[in-house]
């Protein structure tokens, strides 16, 4: 047996860790911020909650960046937290994350901006929770992959129920968030099955005449 011992000054590469670690590392690193944004929320008397979307106002659209960080009160974020988690978990394990969550965090925005009720201000995740979940039911059919389609037949007996949700069944709930996060969702699938078909296709060679 032989060693081997690399020269003064060179390091080994580092293992980069798996997926399934980075992506729960990520997982809490967002939940964590969620309960700093929720402390510093609570601590000025909800004052940061009026960041958030105002509907068909010119200086209500910045809430759309900020409407997802923020929450009610401490109930809110606690019911959006479980499925929140576990979906963001499994969205970052498709490698697909900030494109997903960038087309579902804009479309819901927006949804929620030009449909809300007037003199409303929108708060919470919920609208990406939405998009994230109707993503990973619907790319497999996008997709064509067995596995993928298993898996969000899994999901939708998990938590399908939810997307009654998408209904305007209660007043103070954002039913708009809902259903632009769920529409933006099966759209981030639809878009990134056609860019990865496209991708895959093979560059014809031009002819060349004799």
């Known amino acids: 047996m032989t060693s081997y011992t690399p020269p003064v000054g060179q390091e080994q590469p580092r293992r980069s860790r798996p997926l399934w670690l980075r992506s729960l590392i990520t997982t809490a690193c967002i939940v964590a911020a969620l309960f700093v944004i929720e402390l510093i929320d609570a601590a000025t008397r909800y004052d940061l909650d009026q960041n958030g979307i105002e509907p068909r106002q010119v200086d209500g659209l910045d809430g759309i960046l900020w409407a997802p960080m923020l929450h009610a009160d401490w109930e809110h974020l606690l019911a959006n937290l479980m499925p929140g988690a576990v979906l963001c978990f499994l969205v970052l394990m498709t490698r697909r994350f900030l494109v997903v969550t960038g087309i579902i965090w804009v479309i ?28 990973l039911i619907v790319r497999g059919l996008f997709n064509r992959d067995l596995w993928q389609i298993l898996g969000g037949v899994v ?7 939810i997307l009654w949700g998408v209904l305007p069944t209660n007043p103070i709930v954002s039913w708009q968030a809902h259903l632009f996060g769920a529409i933006a969702g099966v759209l981030a699938a639809w878009f990134l099955a056609s860019r990865d078909r496209k991708q895959k296709q093979p560059t014809a060679t031009p002819g060349v005449a004799s």
């Open 108 to 135: 819901s925005g927006v949804g929620v901006w030009l449909f809300a009720a007037p003199y409303s201000v929108t708060v919470g995740a919920s609208g990406i929770i939405f998009g994230w979940l109707t993503f």
């Open 155 to 161: 999901l939708f007996l998990l938590y399908g129920s």
